[in-house]
C-alpha cells in the first residue's frame, strides 16, 4: 500500500473516553519464525540521509517502497545494481514526545493520518458514540482515500501497507489460483516463489498449545467456537508478528505492542513489517538508497532511452518544498494498487505516455472487503485484553465465496463482541479515468458493488447468529448499520499482469518501465494478498534480471 504518486495537480485498562477516541482504528487488514526482537521501538532502516538531488541520474528508480518495491530493490542490488526507492510518506525511523516511533490506537495524534485534521477511523462508532477526533494536519501513517463511492487504507511511509496492516500473511489455496493470476504457472509459484515470499517475509504461526490457554486471544477461541458450531471450518492463518515476542508480552516480560492495541497506525515491537526484513536486507548490500517525503508526478521518455522523472519534496503539512528533476535509465512503479494506477492513467491521459495501452486503469478491485460485529451472549466474552494481531479465520471460500477473519477489538474493556474482517469472492471491477476539468484521476467503484460481499459474508454470520441466538452489532458503522461495506484494505488491480504489462510487468509501448505492485493482480486474491504481492514480484524481479538487466 505504499503510494509515493501523486495525480491530481495539487499540493499536496483504558479509560471510556480514550477508548471512544480509538477505538475503529483496530479492526484491520489484516513457515519461518525469527527469534525475540529486542525491546525498544525501532523502526530497523533508516532512509538514507542525502535525498535525491534534482539533476541526478540513477540507473534503477523504484517508485514506493511497499512489497513489490522493497522486493525488486533487494533482488537488483543482490544482482550488482545500484537503486534509488522514492517514498512519498516518512521515514518512521524516529521516536515522537512519547519516545515511540508510532501512536497508540486508542490516542491518535498527528501521526496517525496522512494529511487530515481529523481520523477517519474504519470503525466511526460504538454505542451510538461518533468516534473520529481531531488531530494535527501532517504526513501521518493511515492513509483514508476517499474515492467515489469507496474509502481506500493505505499505508504511507518507508515499508508501505507493511506498517499498517495486521499482518496475515495467508498463501491461496493452489485450487482457487487459477482466477487469482490466471497467466502464472501455480508450479512455479508455489514451488518456488510462496516459499521465497514467506521466507523473506518471516512469516511463521502462532504457537496453538500457547493459544489455546492464552488470556489475549479468548477472542479468536470464541470465534472458533461459534464457527464450528455452525460446520464452518476454523484455520489457524500465518502472520509476520514474532510468536516469540508475543508470548512473553502476555507474560509481561517486555514491553507490550500487540497486547496494547498497536496495529493500524505502526506496531513498535513486536510486527516484522518490510523494514526489519526486505529493506533492512536492501540497504545492507549498500546498493539502496531511499528517500521519504518525494512524490513522483511525472515519468517522461528522454534521450537514449531514459526517463525523465519529476520528483515533488514534501513538507510535513504536505506542501512542496522542491522540485527535483532526475533522469532513471529504469523505472518501477511500486506506489501502490491506486498509486501506480492513478499515475499511469494520468500520464497516458496527458499525452506524457501515450503509448501505454487501453488496459491502464482497468481491472481494479477492493478483495472483496466488507466488516461487520455480532453481539454475543453473556457467557461468551471476548475478553478486555485482546491481542491486535489476528491468527485465525472461518473458511467458507468455495461453498459461500467468503473468507472471513476473527478481528480483535483490543480496547481494554470487555466487549462480549465479535468483529470480522471478510474477503469475499465479488464480481466487480471498476476502472480509473482522467478527470481533464478537475485535474484529477477518478475511481467509479459504486458503493452499490458491495452487496455481492454483504451476500457472501452473510453466508457466514447470518448461520451463527441463527445457531447462537445472537444479532449483529448495528452501532459501528453509523447509526443502525450493520454492515462496514464503505472501505477496503486490500486495493488490487489497475495495471493487470498479461494485459496493461507483459506477463512479468513489463509496460508495453515503453522498454524500460515496469510494475511490480499489487496494480499486476486483477482484483481479488481470496485471502489477505501481500504474501502474493511479494511472490508475484519475486517471479517478475527474476526475469527481468535475467533478461533486461
Given at each position: 500500500m505504499s503510494g509515493t504518486a501523486r495525480c491530481d495537480g495539487g499540493s499536496g485498562g483504558v479509560s471510556r473516553r480514550g477508548f471512544l477516541a480509538g477505538t475503529g482504528s483496530i479492526l484491520g487488514a489484516a513457515v519461518l519464525s525469527g527469534p525475540a526482537i529486542a525491546a525498544q521501538p525501532r523502526a530497523a532502516v533508516r532512509a538514507t540521509a542525502a535525498p535525491i538531488g534534482d539533476g541526478a541520474r540513477v540507473p534503477v528508480l523504484v517508485i514506493g517502497t511497499g512489497y513489490g518495491g522493497s522486493v525488486a530493490a533487494l533482488r537488483m542490488a543482490q544482482a550488482g545494481v545500484d537503486v534509488h526507492m522514492v517514498e512519498m510518506g516518512m521515514a518512521w525511523d524516529t521516536p515522537g514526545a512519547d519516545g515511540k516511533i508510532f501512536a497508540n490506537t486508542t490516542k491518535p495524534d498527528n501521526r496517525s493520518f496522512w494529511?487530515?485534521?481529523?481520523?477517519?477511523?474504519?470503525?466511526?462508532?460504538?454505542?451510538?458514540?461518533?468516534?473520529?477526533?481531531?488531530?494535527?494536519?501532517?504526513?501521518?501513517?493511515?492513509?483514508?482515500?476517499?474515492?467515489g463511492g469507496i474509502i481506500v487504507y493505505q499505508g504511507r511511509g518507508v515499508g508501505g501497507?507493511?506498517?499498517?496492516?495486521?499482518?496475515?500473511?495467508?498463501?491461496?489455496?493452489?485450487?482457487?489460483?487459477?482466477?487469482?493470476l490466471p497467466s502464472v504457472n501455480p508450479d512455479e509459484m508455489y514451488g518456488t516463489y510462496y516459499p521465497r515470499a514467506n521466507a523473506g517475509l518471516g512469516v511463521g504461526l502462532v504457537n496453538p498449545d500457547w493459544f489455546e490457554t492464552a488470556p489475549c486471544y479468548q477472542y479468536a477461541r470464541v470465534g472458533r467456537k461459534h464457527a464450528q458450531r455452525s460446520g464452518?471450518?476454523?484455520?489457524?492463518?500465518?502472520?509476520?508478528?514474532?510468536?516469540?515476542?508475543?508470548?512473553?508480552?502476555?507474560?509481561?516480560?517486555?514491553?507490550?505492542?500487540?497486547?496494547?492495541?498497536?496495529?493500524?497506525?505502526?506496531?513498535?515491537?513486536?510486527?516484522?513489517?518490510?523494514?526489519?526484513?526486505?529493506?533492512?536486507?536492501?540497504k545492507a548490500t549498500g546498493r539502496v538508497s531511499i528517500t521519504p517525503l518525494h512524490r513522483v508526478t511525472s515519468v517522461a521518455p528522454a534521450s537514449g532511452g531514459t526517463y525523465s522523472v519529476t520528483i515533488e519534496q514534501l513538507n510535513t503539512d504536505g506542501s512542496v518544498a522542491a522540485t527535483k528533476g532526475v533522469t532513471?535509465?529504469?523505472?518501477?512503479?511500486?506506489?501502490?494498487?491506486?498509486?501506480?494506477?492513478?499515475?499511469?492513467?494520468?500520464?497516458?491521459?496527458?499525452?506524457?505516455?501515450?503509448?501505454?495501452?487501453?488496459?491502464?486503469?482497468?481491472?481494479?478491485?477492493?478483495?472483496?472487503?466488507?466488516?461487520?460485529?455480532?453481539?454475543?451472549h453473556l457467557w461468551d466474552p471476548t475478553g478486555k485484553v485482546q491481542a491486535s494481531i489476528p491468527c485465525g479465520g472461518i473458511d467458507n471460500w468455495d461453498a459461500g465465496g467468503a473468507f472471513a477473519e476473527v478481528a480483535p477489538l483490543p480496547t481494554g474493556i470487555e466487549t462480549y463482541a465479535s468483529f470480522y474482517l471478510s474477503i469475499t469472492k465479488n464480481p466487480h471491477r471498476a476502472q480509473f479515468s482522467w478527470n481533464a476539468a478537475a485535474n484529477r484521476v477518478d475511481l467509479n467503484w459504486q458503493t452499490a458493488w458491495k452487496q455481492p460481499s454483504i451476500d457472501m459474508a452473510k453466508s457466514i454470520f447470518d448461520k451463527i447468529n441463527a445457531k447462537e441466538g445472537t444479532i449483529y452489532r448495528t452501532d459501528l458503522f453509523g447509526t443502525y448499520k450493520i454492515w462496514g461495506d464503505h472501505l477496503t484494505y486490500h486495493p488490487l488491480g489497475g495495471a493487470i499482469l498479461n494485459k496493461a504489462t507483459d506477463n512479468y510487468g513489463r509496460l508495453y509501448g515503453y522498454p524500460g518501465l515496469y510494475v511490480i505492485d499489487g496494480a499486476l493482480i486483477p482484483g481479488n486474491t481470496s485471502v489477505n494478498p501481500f504474501v502474493t504481492i511479494t511472490a508475484l514480484a519475486e517471479r517478475n524481479i527474476e526475469n527481468i534480471i535475467a533478461r533486461d538487466l
Open positions: 494529511l487530515r485534521t481529523k481520523t477517519k477511523q474504519p470503525l466511526s462508532n460504538f454505542l451510538g458514540f461518533p468516534i473520529d477526533k481531531d488531530v494535527p494536519k501532517y504526513t501521518g501513517i493511515l492513509d483514508a482515500e476517499e474515492m501497507g507493511s506498517l499498517v496492516n495486521g499482518g496475515m500473511a495467508v498463501t491461496p489455496k493452489r485450487a482457487n489460483f487459477g482466477a487469482v464452518f471450518p476454523f484455520v489457524f492463518v500465518p502472520d509476520v508478528y514474532d510468536w516469540a515476542y508475543m508470548e512473553q508480552e502476555q507474560a509481561g516480560t517486555v514491553p507490550k505492542s500487540a497486547l496494547d492495541g498497536e496495529i493500524l497506525y505502526g506496531n513498535n515491537y513486536g510486527k516484522k513489517s518490510l523494514q526489519k526484513t526486505y529493506i533492512a536486507q536492501a532513471a535509465d529504469r523505472v518501477f512503479f511500486a506506489a501502490g494498487s491506486v498509486g501506480t494506477s492513478k499515475l499511469l492513467v494520468k500520464l497516458k491521459a496527458t499525452g506524457v505516455l501515450p503509448n501505454l495501452n487501453g488496459e491502464i486503469g482497468q481491472g481494479w478491485g477492493d478483495n472483496g472487503n466488507v466488516m461487520c460485529g455480532r453481539a454475543n
